[in-house]
């Protein structure tokens, strides 16, 4: 009885028996598990704090050895040395709009070389032919705009292509020329929008050379000349995704203007050798220009391209603008190419001569010599 009795016991222990050994494989297995997890989370955590050292120890380094490169450069004028200033320095000023423009009532001389020149401007920082002379707002005027070509850079005001069309025989207009030197067709723009309105204006003629694709695609004209010592940057446009043109950027003095001396030396380097740098933007400045004629005929005033040319090489891809160009290739004299100063590219008197016909013979054609003073 008594072996019953406990076999019956036994019988009925033995699941219990089962279960709590379940539980207990279960609490070592689930023990041994966390354990894993703990030392592979510590594993982890200790790798990606490592990492992150790493990473954070490498970004100081680079940049103590940035700041180090940067003002070693700087220093050392890399890559903008500085020691050449252009003669308009002496009569030009930062323009927050234009990037520079004349001293109005200045007169001075531009120094060239061995030689000077004297240049005289009115109120308006237009040049003029001589001190105190006075710019008549309401006779009808043909605007003269563009850069040193435009300006007549080493010439006297009446030996410039401008001066020596506003003394052409019969010539009904008043001239005046709103040429500075180192524009583009950007700021001849701006310069544009900005004179137009104050003065009765029948015709403005525009002189283009192939360098102001350049200036155009530029913001930082030392990026171009690095040698030089400009006032400040310039304006830029570009064009959205609309392809519309817009003003992507405005002219700061260089105390104003934060770039690095380091990406800029790499822009200039590598992109030469790339074949990215110096940008090239045709599209930016074909749309500027058609924005001239456009501002023009808002206004009713006939707008016209003096594109001077030097060679069959220079810049003939204008056409697709549909506008008028007047082409300083044609009936051109036989030594036009070596028409220069100072043995480099801006023209001399007897270009001017050349330039003032073609611009002359252009209005007879046109019918534009109709106009008569005060009318």
């Known amino acids: 009885m008594l072996l019953r009795l406990l076999s019956a016991q036994d019988s009925a222990e033995k699941p219990k028996l089962k279960i709590e050994h379940i539980r207990i494989q279960t609490f070592f297995i689930y023990n041994n598990i966390t354990y894993r997890l703990i030392v592979f989370e510590m594993a982890f955590m200790g790798s990606a704090v490592r990492i992150f050292s790493i990473i954070v120890v490498n970004f100081i380094l680079f940049l103590l ?18 020691n050449y200033v252009p003669s308009e320095n002496s009569y030009a000023r930062f323009d927050p709009e234009l990037g520079w423009s004349y001293i109005p009532n200045k007169s001075t001389f531009q120094m060239n070389d061995d030689s000077k020149t004297p240049v005289y401007f009115d109120e308006n ?33 009446e030996d410039s292509f401008a001066g020596k069309f506003s003394t052409l025989e019969g010539m009904p207009y008043q001239t005046i020329n709103i040429g500075v030197q180192g524009y583009g067709s950007d700021q001849a723009l701006l310069a544009l929008k900005r004179h137009l ?61 934060f770039n690095s001396f380091l990406f800029d030396l790499l822009k200039i380097r590598l992109g030469s050798r790339l074949g990215f740098f110096p940008p090239y933007r045709e599209d930016v400045t074909k749309a500027i220009i058609r924005e001239m004629k456009r501002y023009c005929d808002e206004h009713g005033v006939h707008f016209v391209i003096l594109n001077w040319r030097w060679t069959m090489k220079d810049y003939d891809d204008l056409h697709d603008l549909d506008i008028d160009i007047i082409d300083t290739l044609v009936n051109s004299p036989d030594d036009w190419e070596k028409m220069v100063l100072f043995k480099g590219v801006h023209p001399d008197a007897r270009a001017g001569d050349h330039a003032a016909r073609l611009l002359l013979d252009y209005f007879r054609e046109r019918g534009l010599l109709q106009d008569q003073p005060g009318k």
């Open 65 to 82: 050895v940035f700041i180090l490169v940067e003002g070693v450069l700087r220093i050392a004028g890399i890559p903008y040395k500085g």
């Open 125 to 157: 920082g237009f040049r003029v032919p001589r001190p105190g002379f006075h710019t008549d707002i309401l006779r009808p005027s043909v605007l003269f705009i563009g850069d040193s070509f435009t300006f007549g850079h080493g010439l006297s005001y």
């Open 197 to 257: 309105p104050k003065f009765n204006i029948k015709v403005v003629v525009y002189t283009f050379i192939e360098d102001h694709i350049l200036r155009n695609s530029n913001y930082d004209r030392r990026m171009i000349v690095p040698t030089a010592r400009f006032l400040g940057t310039k304006p830029q446009f570009d064009l959205d995704s609309k392809n519309e043109l817009y003003l992507a950027r405005k002219a700061l003095l260089y105390k104003d203007y």
